[in-house]
């Protein structure tokens, strides 16, 4: 089997990604989505360090007293949940603007992999369609925003909060990016929203496996700035290894 088309793990797929953004035929679509994720994330991280150390002091004084000794381990979890939660709020605002050139990515990495054409249409097309892509984007946004909600609240829940609430919010991130990144290559294809999830729960450890690297690697100050294109061609890696047959036999 070409070494282009074969199945991988989840973190498989985020590090092929990372191959296929350095091709010289497909660097020139990570430009502009790059630049988007560097200025809005890059900025965010800097005003997060300015004031990380204050939010950590106040959420560890509401740890009761009796769960003091808890406090090496909730540390921890307590910076990298602020971090995961900072870092993915301004990469889902890079991700609503970057939308139309992280679809026009998508295809062209699809178009690189398969060697067929996944539509016809020039740049204007790209342009025309930015409604319905921000649309899309919205409707991710109206499915992930009260789950994420929810488990900010658990966050400000004294001692539960603190320490079930991370383990929780890092989980729930990870199945959000695999949903936001994945949905790029399947809205190509106009396959729905609810039949883009039910397709990854279908592999959900392939899911999570992508998501959770991800996570991991928006948490990381510098490496984070690349991670919307990387992550954007390991999506799209997925969708041709992995579901496209699916929607290739409806077609």
Known sequence: MDNQLKQRTGFGYFFYGLEIAMMPKIRRFVLLPLLANIILVGGALFYLFAHLNGWIEQLMGQLPGFLAWL??????????????????????????????????????VEERLTGKKVSDDG?????????????????KLVYLLPKAIGLFILLLIPALGQTV?????????AWMLA?????YPFDNHKVSFNDMRHNLKQKQGKAYGFGILVSIFTTIPVLNLIVMPVAVCGATAMWVNEFRHQHDKIQ
Request: hydrophobic letters at 55%; charged letters at 15%; glycine letters at 2%.
């Open 71 to 108: 406090s090496y381990i909730i540390w921890p979890l307590l910076v990298l949940t602020i971090l995961a939660t900072f870092s993915y709020f301004f990469s889902t605002l890079a991700n609503f603007i970057a939308a139309p050139f992280n679809g026009l990515l998508a295809e062209k």
């Open 123 to 139: 740049f204007m097309s790209v342009v025309k369609d930015i409604p319905r892509v921000l649309a899309r984007e919205w409707r």
């Open 165 to 173: 609430g991370p383990i929780l919010w890092f989980i729930f991130t």
């Open 179 to 183: 949903i936001q990144y994945c949905d």
